[in-house]
C-alpha cells in the first residue's frame, strides 16, 4: 500500500490546497476547501483532510479521512468521514461524503439525519428540505417530520411548513416540546405577519420576524436586487444611521402600544454610547443593566460585542428568559455570525460593521486607504453627537424599495399580540442569502 506521503491530489482545486500545506498555511488550505467541494473526488479530499487534520493534530478526523482515502465507496467509511468533518466544524465537507452514503443505504435515516445537520449548519435549509422529501416515506415524526418543518420555515417555504406541521403529533419525548413550541411560535407569526408582509423570497422583514421574533427596523439602500434584500455586506457605520436606528426604535415602541420606563445600559463601551443616546430621546433615565428590572429597554450595539465582556455571557444568559416588560434593542445584528441570544428589534443585519467611534477606513493624504484613530472622548459627549445628526434615510443606489416608517409601524400593530413573546435562540435570517450558519 502506498504511504500517503507519496500520494497527491490530481484535481486543480485540491492541489492548491495540498501546496498550501506545504508552505505549511493550514488557513489556505482550509480555504481552498471552502466552496466548489462538493463534486469533487472523495477519495483524493479526504486525503488532503487527513493531511490537514494530521497537522491540527484532530486524530478522529484524520482516522476517519484515511479510511474513506483507502475505501472511498464504503458507506461506513462515508459517514464516519461526515460525523468527524461536522464534528470538527467544517460541515461542508461532510456533506458530499454523507450524501453518497445515503445513495448507498437509502434507507439510513442516521444517515439522513447527519446530512440535514449538515445542511443546516451551512444555511442550506432548502437543499435540507429536498433530501427529507425525497425520504419522506421512511420520515419519523420527531425528529425527521419536524426537522422538515423547520428547514422549510428557515428556507422561506411556508406552505411546505404549513402542510407537514399538520401532519406532526405531538411530541412522546419531552425533549422535543422546546422544539415543538418554537416551531409553533415560529407559524403563528407568520399568520399575524402575513397580511402585512408579502412573505416572499425578498422580504426579509418579514421572516426575520417570523424565525426569531425580531422586527428588523431598517433596511439596507445598497445590493437590494443583488440578493441582500437589505443586509448589509461591510458597514461603516455613522452617527446618522445610529440616529435613524433609535428614531424607529421609539416609533415602534409607540406602535405597540409598550410604555417603558428606563433605558438599561450594557458594560461594553458601544452600548452605553448608544443607550445614553436612547434615553435621551426616549425621555427616560439611563440605568446600568439589571436582569430583574420590569419595563425598560436593553440596548446594545451588537450583542456579539457585548458577548465579549467580562460580564455578557452571563447578562446573555439572563436575556434568554427575559423580565416581562423587558424590550432587547440590536442596533447592528451579525447575519452571517448571529448573536446566541435574538433582539426583540434590531436596526440593521450586516457582515462586518465598524461603530462610528471605532477608528474608519479612509483615504490618507498620500491616497493610500488607512484607518484613522478612535473616539476616546467621553462616552456622554458622543452621545450628543448621535442626537444631532441627521436621520433622514440614505437613498443608497436607488433600487432599493421604499421604506417609510409608516409601513414599519403598520407592520408592528399588525404584529403586536405576538411580538415581544418570542423564542431567545439566535437564529440566521431566511431569504436568498444564506448564513455560515444558523445557529
Known amino acids: 500500500m502506498f504511504s500517503r506521503r507519496y500520494r497527491r491530489p490530481?484535481?486543480?482545486e485540491l492541489l492548491q490546497a495540498w501546496q498550501a500545506l506545504d508552505e505549511d498555511d493550514i488557513p489556505a488550505a482550509l480555504r481552498q476547501l471552502r466552496h466548489g467541494t462538493d463534486d469533487l473526488p472523495l477519495d483524493q479530499l479526504a486525503l488532503v483532510v487527513a493531511r490537514i487534520a494530521g497537522r491540527g493534530g484532530f486524530d478522529d478526523l484524520r482516522t476517519a479521512a484515511d479510511a474513506l482515502t483507502a475505501r472511498p465507496e464504503k458507506a461506513r467509511a462515508l459517514y464516519d468521514f461526515g460525523y468527524a468533518c461536522i464534528e470538527r466544524g467544517v460541515p461542508h465537507l461532510a456533506i458530499p461524503a454523507l450524501r453518497q452514503a445515503l445513495r448507498q443505504s437509502p434507507d439510513s435515516t442516521v444517515i439522513l439525519r447527519e446530512l440535514v445537520s449538515a445542511y443546516e449548519r451551512e444555511g442550506r435549509h432548502r437543499e435540507a428540505v429536498d433530501v427529507l422529501t425525497a425520504h419522506e416515506s421512511g420520515l419519523a415524526d420527531w425528529p425527521d417530520r419536524y426537522l422538515l418543518v423547520f428547514n422549510a420555515l428557515m428556507a422561506g417555504d411556508l406552505a411546505l411548513a404549513r402542510r407537514h406541521h399538520a401532519r406532526l403529533p405531538d411530541p412522546q419525548d419531552a425533549m422535543w416540546l422546546p422544539a415543538r413550541a418554537?416551531?409553533?411560535?415560529?407559524?403563528?407569526?407568520?399568520?399575524?405577519?402575513?397580511?402585512?408582509?408579502?412573505?416572499?423570497a425578498t422580504d426579509l422583514r418579514g421572516w426575520q420576524y417570523v424565525i426569531g421574533g425580531t422586527v428588523l427596523t431598517t433596511l439596507s439602500p445598497y445590493g437590494f436586487g443583488a440578493g441582500m434584500s437589505g443586509r448589509f455586506a461591510w458597514l461603516q457605520d455613522t452617527h446618522d444611521q445610529c440616529l435613524g436606528g433609535l428614531v424607529r426604535l421609539k416609533a415602534i415602541?409607540?406602535?405597540a402600544g409598550v410604555r417603558p420606563t428606563s433605558v438599561s445600559l450594557l458594560p461594553d463601551r458601544a452600548s452605553r454610547i448608544l443607550g445614553l443616546a436612547a434615553a435621551r430621546l426616549l425621555e427616560l433615565p439611563a440605568e446600568p443593566f439589571a436582569p430583574d428590572r420590569e419595563?425598560?429597554?436593553?440596548?446594545a450595539y451588537d450583542l456579539n460585542d457585548v458577548a465579549g465582556?467580562?460580564?455578557?455571557?452571563?447578562?446573555?444568559?439572563?436575556?434568554?428568559e427575559r423580565t416581562p416588560g423587558q424590550i432587547l434593542h440590536e442596533h447592528a445584528?451579525?447575519?452571517?455570525?448571529?448573536?446566541?441570544?435574538?433582539?426583540?428589534s434590531v436596526t440593521l443585519l450586516?457582515?462586518?460593521?465598524?461603530a462610528p467611534w471605532d477608528g474608519q477606513l479612509r483615504a490618507g493624504e498620500d491616497g493610500d486607504v488607512e484607518r484613522g484613530a478612535p473616539d476616546s472622548r467621553p462616552e456622554e459627549e458622543i452621545a450628543a453627537d448621535i442626537l444631532a445628526?441627521?436621520?433622514?434615510?440614505?437613498e443608497g443606489d436607488g433600487a432599493t424599495p421604499a421604506d417609510p416608517v409608516e409601513r414599519l409601524t403598520d407592520f408592528v400593530s399588525a404584529v403586536r399580540d405576538t411580538w415581544l413573546r418570542g423564542d431567545r435562540a439566535g437564529l440566521s435570517s431566511a431569504g436568498p442569502v444564506s448564513s455560515a450558519r444558523f445557529l
Open 10 to 12: 490530481k484535481t486543480p
Open 182 to 200: 418554537r416551531q409553533r411560535a415560529m407559524l403563528e407569526r407568520a399568520a399575524g405577519a402575513g397580511p402585512v408582509s408579502p412573505l416572499d
Open 253 to 255: 415602541i409607540g406602535a
Open 295 to 299: 419595563e425598560t429597554v436593553v440596548v
Open 309 to 320: 465582556t467580562e460580564e455578557g455571557p452571563e447578562i446573555l444568559g439572563r436575556l434568554f
Open 333 to 344: 445584528s451579525n447575519w452571517t455570525d448571529p448573536p446566541v441570544v435574538a433582539a426583540d
Open 350 to 354: 450586516h457582515q462586518s460593521a465598524t
Open 389 to 394: 445628526a441627521d436621520a433622514t434615510s440614505d
